[in-house]
Nanobody
Framework: QVRLVESGGGLVQSGASLNLSCVAS????????TAWFRQTPGQERKFVAA????????HYSDSGKGRFTISRDNAKNTVYLQMNSLKPEDTAVYYC????????????????WGQGTQVTVSS
């Protein structure tokens, strides 16, 4: 079993940056693919970015590509989402998730989920 805990969200102005962290505990020696999703009230949880266990493979949504960077430090059991040039439409609860499979945009492919961290971007 793996527990994921997100942090780093907050209230920022348009154009600012945030670096989200996802810390894993439990069976962290497993070679998990890790992803970030985001969700606003009344809407589906949407894919943002994913990274393989080695860090050598990444994939981004159209909204995140060019502004967001996903990375990981397995020695710290942590995955990061660096978000630059934030826009009001980036406002959402951001969740990290882990899968024993490869890169995938589908939320049903991920087994473990964190509790989420709120990101709010004001104009």
């Amino acid at each position: 079993q793996v527990r994921l805990v997100e942090s780093g969200g907050g209230l920022v102005q348009s154009g600012a940056s945030l670096n989200l962290s996802c810390v894993a505990s439990g069976r962290t020696y497993s070679r998990y693919t890790t992803a970030w999703f985001r969700q606003t009230p009344g809407q589906e949880r949407k894919f943002v970015a994913a990274v393989t266990w080695t860090g050598g493979g990444t994939h981004y949504s159209d909204s995140g590509k060019g502004r967001f960077t996903i990375s990981r430090d397995n020695a710290k059991n942590t995955v990061y989402l660096q978000m630059n040039s934030l826009k009001p439409e980036d406002t959402a609860v951001y969740y990290c998730a882990a899968s024993l499979g490869g890169l995938d945009v589908r939320r049903e492919r991920y087994t473990y989920w964190g509790q989420g961290t709120q990101v709010t971007v004001s104009s």
